[in-house]
């Protein structure tokens, strides 16, 4: 966990000082990548051996700047104290101002700015209809739907984004030059755009949630982030008094966030309604993040868990943020569980370990890794109405030792040990009154922590009989829940020719041959559990030493070499 999120800020660090913003499919690190010989991809070569070895460019998705993808870069670097390098991010968008509010102005015929998911680095349009132009349908209009037909809440977001960096850094320049013109604009295509209703709210139609669902009306996410932004500039009294008033106006007209009932319990909705669900966004969360109108901190942490209950999607890796709604839930088990599996899923394609794996969308991934710092940052702590929530969904068999940065200048530190916050600090000392605690939460895993399947486990080979460790195993123990650093060290200096006993012993085998079957009962893995392993490996080692899973699967446990003595589970 410490090194997925040390190693994603430094190489944000690395390559975020330039012009240009860092790509999330690889940034400036991208390399040749090995590709199974049955993917063959468009801009690889063949080998010898059969795979396939790309160019040291390759990347999918190519030169777009993928706005879903490019936000999780940025969000995180606020609370890790490197807003500085933010800029190149926010001077894309705003940079491209003028230009958008131009194409706003020849295709709509009306003032404001919109930005799309998909734009090329000149700013122009990018898969925005499935006829290569971006469609004009009028308020009750019959239409297909397409994935960036009426998806223009990236303006929202960088703006929310803006008005954080903002609140963070103090920086009044920042709020005079670029954000009060860049949320003008964005702010003024809303109001020009769409109709209101017999009741004078705004009615956002024809419009969709995100990617994902299509022909909509009134998305939870635009909703959202017009009364998280509105709500933000009104609060900061910027921009002149005829701003001011105009925006006052305007969120007087944004409807509530629209909400359903699933088996009797309120929850947040998507749309007021919509028609089709193509994609795998969760836009009924958005709400809760990026844009905080829910939340533990807000009185409504039961809502954000009831809505992540019933996700359609659940998917955990890539551009989504699951952990990190679910740590707005102060739900500390599922934010823990669904961090360590987005931080393990690394590609194995890469030579690089710090890119996640191809799928939904590419090798090299980076903004998997943002979306795991920024959900690991509001698990130690989040901020709302003045008030600092310390602790509000930190696991209590997770030990940290943390420097977060505050809004206003501020600075929070502590250190968490065996489930006890053993002391903590805030500069400036004037926000101690500002600070809620929490306790680290005690709870049974959701979900077994090992799938359940009917393999037995096995040592030296997977269960289709390849895959077999070369060299030699000497000792394999199996340990219930986790085992300290100083056990560690006892047994790495202690017999390795003995067989490990003790309370948390579930059994010890001394030189196994592959192929062999532990005596592990399946109760055994209804917990955490531990394991080591003395090995002598093979020349070029790539074998198994521990299998408990269908061969090509995702559903039970496995310890490797692969790929030539990486370690890898």
Same mark, same amino acid.
């Given at each position: 966990?410490?090194?997925?999120?040390?190693?994603?800020?430094?190489l944000m660090a690395c390559q975020s000082r330039g012009r240009i913003q860092t790509k999330f499919n690889g940034g400036l690190f991208t390399q040749q990548l090995r590709v199974p010989h049955n993917k063959k991809r468009d801009c690889a070569t063949q080998q010898a051996d059969g795979s396939w070895l790309t160019h040291e460019d390759d990347r999918m998705w190519g030169r777009r700047f993928t706005f879903q993808n490019q936000r999780l870069l940025y969000w995180p670097l606020l609370a890790s104290g490197d807003s500085d390098l933010m800029k190149p991010f926010f001077a894309y968008y705003s940079n491209l101002l003028e230009?958008? =509010?131009?194409?706003? !102005?020849?295709?709509?015929?009306?003032?404001?700015? $919109?930005?799309?998911?998909?734009? &090329?680095? +000149?700013?122009?349009?990018?898969?925005?209809?499935?006829?290569?132009?971006?469609?004009?349908? =009028?308020?009750?209009? !019959?239409?297909?739907?397409w994935y960036?037909?009426? $998806?223009f809440t990236c303006?929202? &977001?960088? +703006?929310?984004?803006?008005?954080?960096?903002?609140?963070?850094?103090?920086d009044t320049t920042f709020r005079d030059r670029t954000l009060i013109p860049f949320a003008r604009e964005i702010l003024r295509f809303y109001d020009q755009h769409y109709p209101r209703g017999a009741d004078g709210k705004i009615r956002l139609e024809p419009a969709q949630?995100?990617?994902?669902?299509?022909?909509?009306?009134?998305?939870?996410?635009?909703?959202?982030?017009?009364?998280?932004?509105?709500?933000?500039?009104?609060?900061?009294?910027?921009g002149a008094a005829e701003d001011q008033a105009c925006w006052t106006r305007f969120r007087a007209e944004i409807p509530e966030i629209p909400m359903r009932m699933l088996e009797g319990r309120q929850a947040i909705a998507p749309a007021e309604k919509w028609e089709k669900c193509k994609n795998l966004e969760n836009g009924e969360l958005y709400p809760v993040f990026p844009f905080r109108c829910f939340g533990v901190g807000l009185g409504s942490g039961d809502v954000v868990n009831w809505t992540l209950k019933h996700r359609v999607n659940k998917m955990g890796k890539c551009w989504s943020q699951d952990e990190i709604q679910w740590a707005y839930a102060g739900n500390a088990t599922e934010a823990g569980e669904g961090l360590i599996n987005r931080f393990r899923v690394a590609s194995n394609e890469c030579r690089f370990p710090m890119y996640g794996s191809e799928g939904p969308d590419s090798c090299p991934d980076f903004d998997h890794f943002g979306s795991g710092s920024t959900a690991l940052q509001r698990?130690?702590?989040?901020?709302?109405?003045?008030?600092?929530?310390?602790?509000?969904?930190?696991?209590?068999?997770?030990?940290?030792?943390?420097?977060?940065?505050?809004?206003?200048?501020?600075?929070?530190?502590?250190?968490?040990?065996?489930?006890?916050?053993l002391a903590w600090d805030i500069q400036p000392s004037t926000r101690r009154k500002d600070v809620m605690l929490y306790q680290p939460q005690t709870g049974a895993p959701s979900k077994p922590v090992v799938?359940?399947?009917?393999?037995?486990?096995?040592?030296?080979?997977?269960?289709?009989?390849?895959?077999?460790?070369?060299?030699?195993?000497?000792?394999?123990t199996m340990f219930h829940g986790g085992i300290s650093a100083g056990e560690i060290g006892e047994l790495a200096s202690g017999d390795r020719g003995k067989r490990v006993s003790g309370e948390n012993v579930e059994g010890s085998w001394l030189n196994p041959n592959p192929g062999d079957q532990l005596a592990a009962k399946p109760d055994d893995f209804s917990g955490p559990v531990s394991f080591e392993a003395w090995i002598q490996p093979g020349p070029n080692e790539s074998g198994r030493i521990l299998d408990k899973l269908p061969a090509g699967k995702d559903d039970g446990l496995l310890l490797d070499t692969w790929p030539q003595l990486k370690a890898r589970h």
């Open positions: 966990m410490a090194q997925s999120y040390n190693v994603f800020r430094f230009m958008r =509010k131009a194409i706003t !102005k020849a295709w709509f015929g009306h003032e404001g700015a $919109y930005f799309r998911e998909n734009i &090329e680095p +000149t700013g122009a349009e990018r898969d925005c209809g499935n006829g290569g132009r971006p469609p004009k349908t =009028k308020p009750g209009e !019959k239409y297909d739907g960036h037909d009426y $998806y303006g929202l &977001e960088t +703006t929310a984004m803006m008005i954080d960096y903002v609140s963070y850094t103090g949630v995100l990617e994902t669902w299509w022909v909509a009306v009134n998305p939870a996410p635009d909703l959202a982030g017009l009364r998280c932004c509105l709500d933000e500039l009104l609060a900061m009294k910027a698990m130690l702590v989040q901020e709302e109405n003045g008030k600092i929530l310390l602790l509000p969904a930190w696991p209590a068999n997770w030990d940290a030792d943390f420097k977060l940065h505050l809004t206003g200048g501020g600075v929070i530190a502590g250190t968490v040990k065996e489930g006890r916050l799938p359940a399947n009917a393999h037995p486990l096995r040592v030296g080979l997977d269960s289709n009989g390849g895959g077999r460790f070369q060299g030699n195993i000497g000792r394999v």
